[in-house]
């Protein structure tokens, strides 16, 4: 049996990839762990001010939200394809970080990402997740371009 990562993040290259995962390269007897790395900005106030707590409920409930609403959909997808798959969602660090844990605690023969082609300056300043994910992984992973519109 192969295990493999999919990362998803809700942007189109990560959707992308995994549609071409299921059409190139998935087999009935693989298993997919969906993967979603939920980031996100907490704005609780101006240090040494109270803190909103009802406003940080609702940013954290929004994210968790959308990570479950990202990964459900691809699982639901999996499941019609009679894949199976089970779904990870981490928090609290890089994406790139919780994707190569997620990797090494799964035991996952493969990763797929998608790409969002950022020029060089860009990949400076911000940083790739692919990038660092293909420098760090111990096991193969495959960057799935989008084709130009």
């Keep these: 049996m192969r295990r493999h990562l999919i990362a998803l ?4 290259p990560a959707e992308y ?10 087999r009935p007897d693989d298993q997919v ?7 996100f900005q907490l704005s ?16 954290v409930q929004e994210a968790m939200d959308r990570a479950n609403t990202i ?12 894949i ?4 990870i969602i981490k928090s609290g660090m890089k994406p790139e970080e919780a994707i190569l844990l997620t990797a090494e605690e799964e035991k996952v023969d493969h990763i797929f990402v998608g790409t969002r082609d950022l020029n060089s300056l860009e990949r400076v300043f911000i940083g790739s997740v692919s990038t660092n994910v293909v420098r760090n ?13």
């Design 71 to 82: 990964t459900q959909n691809a699982n639901e997808v999996l499941k019609a394809k009679g």
């Design 33 to 39: 762990v969906i993967f979603h790395c939920s980031l």
């Design 9 to 12: 993040d809700g942007r189109k």
């Design 137 to 149: 992984a111990k096991v193969p992973v495959t960057i799935v371009k989008m084709s130009p519109s």
């Design 84 to 87: 199976r798959g089970y779904i």
């Design 44 to 59: 609780i106030a101006l240090p040494g001010a109270a803190v909103n707590v009802d406003a940080v409920s609702k940013q």
């Design 17 to 26: 990839a995994f549609e071409w995962y299921l059409e190139n390269f998935a």
